[in-house]
């Protein structure tokens, strides 16, 4: 289970981002790739955090919809 997230967290990893749109991690994983690919989700802020991806909680809030297959 991955941590709560806290109030002022600003960067969120795949699985609390996952959990905090309400989709699967699955889902948020597809999103993020078609990202990293610049074909989707042009909303998403991600960085590298040594191996892992975090991603910006603020750009969370502003998207409508994220997009996993095209």
């Known amino acids: ?10 960067w969120l990893t795949i699985k609390q981002a996952a959990n905090y749109l309400g989709v699967s991690y699955r889902s948020m994983r597809y999103a993020i790739q078609l990202k990293k690919e610049e074909k989707a989700n042009v909303a998403f802020r ?5 191996r892992r991806t975090l991603v910006n909680r603020n750009s969370l809030d502003t998207i409508n919809e994220i997009i996993i297959r095209l």
């Open 1 to 10: 289970m991955d941590k709560p997230i806290a109030q002022q967290q600003a």
């Open 46 to 50: 991600l960085k590298k955090f040594g």
